[in-house]
């Protein structure tokens, strides 16, 4: 038995989550008595005690500056508790927190509203959209995140892309940027839960790692002095494997492009009577296209 929101009103919430493949434990959590629900709107404790909530993510994130890591772990250290092993992937802190660049602006371009950025960090994108009219949301686990994404002008809520969100079925379109295939450590189940964000014929657009990698790992956050949050899965997809990952949860690919070494895929998800598209948009994905 789960426990739910509100009794009746979690009903059709809660195996939505799990045919997303959620397991039962999260879903509890995440439907304790102050869980973000319409009628209360207080934050989760799901997302207090999201790994992206711990220092140095925080820290760095409210001075705008790194360095800062993700540390791979090894996944069998991790199991025994043994000493930390593993190399460190920089995040980008500069960057996100700087105005959108060549390579953003590139994703910017593509955008049809409305536009929900998932994981937006201190959102540069949900800001530069709507400057430029196009409505737009971020959604992010992190407070400082959201704070910072509202002081530039954005709108933005404190949201698992897993929790119940705004306008379900109804987003033009779905950003994915900077890494954030890898929220969850899996990619399937991600791509998945996106797929019932958008509206049918709305698209995503997700950033790849640059090198050809399709890997799942734990890593944690960590900062230049060894400073660092707990541990969480994660992955790591460039496009190939991005490409099959969107073919394995029905979405449809539309486009590639790189800019500045960062690589983008557009995906479509199908609208009624759109199946037969397949074939020629797999042929349009197998080349890189404009910038
Ligand atoms: C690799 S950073 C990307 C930063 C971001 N795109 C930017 O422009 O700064 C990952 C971001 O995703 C957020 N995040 C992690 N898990 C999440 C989840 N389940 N739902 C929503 N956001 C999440 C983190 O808090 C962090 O801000």
């Given at each position: 038995?789960l426990?739910?929101?509100d ?6 919430w ?16 995440a ?6 629900t319409p009628?209360?709107?207080r934050?989760a ?16 994130l409210?001075t ?6 993700l ?22 802190v ?16 593509r ?14 994108l ?24 509202r002081r ?47 509206a ?5 657009l ?6 050809d990698v ?9 900062d ?25 949860t ?13 690589p983008?895929?557009?995906l ?24």
């Amino acid at each position: 038995m789960l426990p739910c929101l509100d009794g009746a009103q979690a009903l059709p919430w809660v195996p939505d989550r799990l045919a997303h493949g959620r397991r039962a434990t999260d879903i509890a959590a995440a439907a304790q008595p102050d869980a973000p629900t319409p009628a209360t709107g207080r934050p989760a404790p799901a997302q207090r005690r999201d790994p992206w909530t711990d220092q140095p993510y925080a820290h760095a994130l409210r001075t705008g500056s790194g360095p800062l890591f993700l540390r791979r772990l090894s996944p069998s250290d991790a199991a025994q508790g043994a000493g930390w092993r593993g190399d460190l992937l920089p995040l980008d802190v500069e960057r996100w927190c700087a105005l959108p660049d060549a390579a953003d602006s590139s994703v910017l371009r593509r955008c049809a509203g409305p536009v929900l950025d998932a994981g937006c960090g201190p959102g540069r994108l949900v800001a530069a959209l709507t400057a430029r009219g196009v409505p737009a949301l971020g959604i992010d686990v992190s407070p400082t995140a959201v704070a910072r994404t509202r002081r530039l002008g954005g709108r933005a809520v404190r949201r698992s892309v897993f929790d119940r969100l705004p306008q379900e079925g109804r987003w033009g379109t779905v950003l994915l940027m900077d890494g954030n295939i890898g929220i969850g450590g899996d990619p399937i189940g991600l791509l998945d839960r996106l797929r019932t964000l958008v509206a049918p014929g709305g698209r995503l657009l997700a950033e790849a790692a640059p090198h050809d990698v399709d890997e799942r790992l734990t890593v944690r956050v960590e900062d230049a002095r060894g400073r660092h949050g707990r541990p969480f899965p994660w992955a790591r997809l460039g496009t190939n494997a991005l490409l099959h990952a969107a073919d394995a949860t029905g979405w449809l690919p539309a486009g590639r492009w790189a800019v500045d070494g960062r690589p983008f895929v557009a995906l479509h998800r199908p609208g009624p009577g759109r199946h037969d598209q397949h074939a020629t948009l797999a042929a349009l994905a197998a080349r890189p296209g404009r910038r």
